[in-house]
């Protein structure tokens, strides 16, 4: 046993503790504070080699999974999602305009638990035995899986017609206005994509946020901008946990696809924890709201804690998610002991935030009872420009300016607000396809 | 079958084409995309195009202020008075009633074949997403109309009808007396036949060469197939016949573990293609892979065992 072992448990709690105000505080990426906090170690530790595997691994393990727990609770009462919880504003919202804002965090955080449970009994004997083979021989597909992603995020779009008249051009026309909108979004979102990814724009080498001011312009200020625009404020809430119900079929259901859905964008590079949801979204194949949200806490769990997990893999040599990223400069995986400190400490700290899940939802709807959605939203609003702008400058803050102004697109016409995923998609696509270059040159970009 | 049940499905049937295999690997998504559009295609034309341009005789378009249960009905029955008296197809749509931004005033249509009547209940208020938001019971919450002519059912007798666009029925006259209920006339007929994958296959062979040519009927068949599992049936030789050839009625098409297992089955027989293809020594991860997927081929002849159990 190491002598660093007594450090595993305060190291996982600092994390947790330190997830809570990333999570809750709109805007706010773990990636970013992570990010920081890197620099910072790898400037005090010289070589990066000072600092104590059982104390980086568990502290960072800690962050991950509190955060993929709790910031359920901005997404859900203030619809102010990160990228991977985008598609629970809105079934969440609903919730909350029916004063049931903490039953959708509870149901959304019960599909977290049960991708707690999945994380150890079953993704990580898999990851253990079966991974490094399916890598090996995934590996050199993995373009065309997104490209196939692409093309189904495309095609799944299903027109709204309206509710009655007769069928003809006028119809048509009429359910094809959101979906234009939809094309039209994925591809002002992929522009923008190729934009930051290859044009020298000054902020994309600071502290790892080269994406910040666009995900946050895209996902996160229009429903915000909404919320200031409408007025709309939420009736009382009820605020008993215990009123929630849900039947165990959808928990199991929601959370198993939630993990596949999950999983996948955790395994495979670039497709992210929005893509993940959608596809888990999609699985459920269900029109249950409940079950959707259940599958969304599951998927967003597996992408952060699943992708953070993969680079302790012994023989895998991944690193997925930013996370791994900033901890690979710190730690060099060499056996099973740093993938099972890793998964200890997200069994501890993902049990706690779960625990703290209702209270600090009961917080925050106090809070936006006390001031009002409108108010809580405009300091949400400010919090998060000042964020993009104190990391990424004047010249993040037209990005997200940009990114806003695609992000409001699908909420106005009611398209599908994940064809701003485009942003990532369709560069990453290009590119490893071997064409992004010239598409880069054809923009004027290089 | 869901849109990613099919979509999966397609691109496990252009990872059966070694070429496609080798090509993937060495850079080209074209089959693989292929694969997977054409996969989803059938429905594409469905819900995409053609029901926009799919006329109707008449709709039913209930009072949003004061729905009445009866009213529908009589419309109902009156309608397939008319088509029975005329000789002549009529086409119904069926509206849902609107009254919210999110608020749907639900109710179940139900024809009783052994009474030869139409039931209508009006049911609780629900969100688009089909949950219910209020306990309020409308006031006039069932109807009852007598049918004039013996109804034949193609799908289900029971029809609920609550967010977005509500259902269309074609109603047929058919020989000896009596009509035919067909359910959604404009899904699953011209688009769900052999024959459109075939003429999908020829442009695709024109453009990009005969193996996206087999890419594509393949995975263009494999929709029409999967869709063949459940109850509504498709028209599979268009134009050579004009109606659905019932499904073999073994699942839902909504039915949220048939999906899945779809899902999971296409996702492993992707895997093993590729593993196939990619001449790696076998592993002890690819043989556990293997087990996983054989076994999971025993599923559904034993859930249909489960099934047909006395409960």
Redesign the interface.
């Known amino acids: 046993m190491s002598e660093h072992f007594y450090m595993i448990v305060p190291a996982a709690l600092a994390g947790l503790m330190l997830s809570v105000p990333c999570a809750c505080v709109p805007g706010l990426h773990i990636y970013n504070i992570l990010g920081l906090l890197a620099l910072g170690a790898y400037h005090l530790s010289g070589a990066c080699s000072g600092i104590p595997s059982e104390l980086t691994i568990p502290f960072v393990s800690g962050m991950l999974t509190g955060y993929a727990v709790l910031n359920t609770i901005p997404a859900v009462l203030l619809a102010a999602p990160d990228e991977s919880s985008m598609f629970t504003v809105q079934p969440g919202q609903k919730m909350l305009m029916r004063g049931r804002g903490l039953d959708g965090v509870i149901t959304t955080a019960f599909g977290s638990a049960g991708a707690l449970l999945l994380i150890p009994l079953v993704l990580a004997p898999l990851a253990l035995t079966v991974l490094p083979t399916i890598y090996k021989i995934v590996r050199p597909h993995t373009h065309w899986v997104l490209w196939c992603v692409i093309a189904f995020m495309l095609m799944s779009e299903w027109p709204h017609p309206l509710p009655n008249g007769q069928a003809g051009l006028r119809r048509f026309l009429a359910a094809w206005k959101s979906l234009a909108i939809g094309l039209l979004t994925f591809l002002l979102a992929g522009l923008l994509g190729f934009i930051i990814f290859f044009a020298p724009i000054g902020y994309t080498a600071t502290a790892f946020q080269n994406l910040l001011p666009a995900f946050v312009g895209l996902f996160t200020m229009p429903w915000l901008l909404m919320n200031l625009v409408s007025g709309v404020e939420p009736p009382p809430q009820k605020s008993d946990a215990a009123t929630v119900t849900l039947c165990p079929g959808s928990v199991v259901y929601g959370s198993l696809a939630g993990a596949l859905g999950g999983g996948f964008a955790a395994f495979f590079p670039v497709i992210t924890g929005g893509v993940g949801g959608f596809l888990a979204g999609h699985t459920v194949a269900m029109r249950d709201s409940r079950s959707f949200l259940i599958s969304q806490g599951a998927s967003k769990l597996v992408y952060y804690v699943g992708g953070f997990l993969l680079f302790f893999v012994p023989g895998l040599g991944v690193r997925r998610g930013g996370g791994a990223w900033m901890v690979s400069g710190l730690v060099t995986p060499y056996t099973r002991y740093e993938f099972f400190t890793a998964l200890s400490a997200v069994a501890l700290s993902g049990a706690l935030a779960l625990l703290l899940v209702e209270p600090l939802t009961k917080v925050v709807l106090r809070l936006i009872a006390h001031a009002g959605l409108r108010k809580v939203s405009l300091v949400a609003l400010v919090v998060m420009v000042g964020l993009v702008y104190a990391m990424t400058g004047l010249a993040g803050l037209l990005v997200m300016l940009t990114a806003t102004g695609i992000g409001l697109l699908p909420i106005i016409y009611g398209a599908r607000r994940m064809n701003c995923l485009a942003v990532i998609l369709l560069p990453m696509a290009c590119n490893m396809s071997g064409f992004g270059a010239r598409i880069v040159h054809g923009m004027g970009l290089l | 079958m869901?849109?990613?049940?099919h979509?999966t499905a397609g691109?496990a049937v252009a990872s059966c084409f070694p070429a496609a295999?080798q090509s993937?690997?060495?850079?080209?998504?074209l089959y693989?995309?292929l694969g997977?559009?054409a996969g989803?295609m059938a429905d594409?034309l469905d819900?995409?195009?053609y029901?926009?341009?799919?006329?109707?005789d008449a709709?039913i378009?209930p009072d949003p202020l004061a729905p009445d249960a009866t009213q529908i009905a009589d419309a109902l029955a009156e309608a397939v008075a008319q088509a029975s008296r005329n000789g002549r197809p009529f086409r119904l749509?069926l509206?849902?009633i609107?009254l919210g931004p999110?608020e749907w005033q639900s109710y179940r249509v139900n024809f009783n074949l052994h009474e030869d009547e139409v039931r209508v209940e009006l049911g609780p208020v629900v969100?688009t997403?089909?949950?219910p938001?209020s306990d309020a019971v409308a006031e006039c919450p069932v109807g009852i109309a007598k049918l004039e002519v013996p109804v034949h059912l193609e799908y289900f007798a029971d029809v609920r009808i609550d967010a977005?666009?509500?259902p269309l029925f074609r109603i047929l006259p058919v020989s000896g007396g009596g009509v035919r209920l067909e359910f959604i006339p404009w899904h699953r007929s011209w688009s769900h036949s052999f024959f459109v994958g075939a003429c999908c296959a020829l442009v695709a062979l024109m453009l990009w060469g005969r193996l996206a040519g087999a890419v594509v009927m393949g995975a263009y068949s494999s929709h029409i197939l999967l869709d063949q599992l459940g109850y509504l049936g498709s028209n599979l030789f268009w134009p050579f016949s004009r109606s659905r050839t019932p499904g073999l009625k073994m699942q839902h098409s909504?039915n949220?573990?048939a999906?899945?297992y779809a899902?999971?089955l296409s996702l492993s027989l992707i895997?093993l293609n590729?593993?196939r293809y990619?001449s790696?020594p076998d592993?002890?991860?690819?043989l556990?892979?293997r087990l996983v997927f054989w076994s999971a081929l025993l599923l559904p002849p034993v859930w249909a065992l489960l099934r047909h159990l006395p409960k």
């Open positions: 869901k849109g990613i049940a979509f691109v295999v993937g690997a060495s850079g080209n998504p693989f995309v997977g559009v989803l594409t819900f995409k195009f029901r926009f341009f799919y006329r109707h709709e378009t749509r509206n849902s609107r999110d969100d997403g089909g949950s938001v977005f666009e509500g909504g949220a573990f999906n899945f899902v999971w895997f590729l593993a990619a790696l592993e002890g991860g690819l556990s892979f």
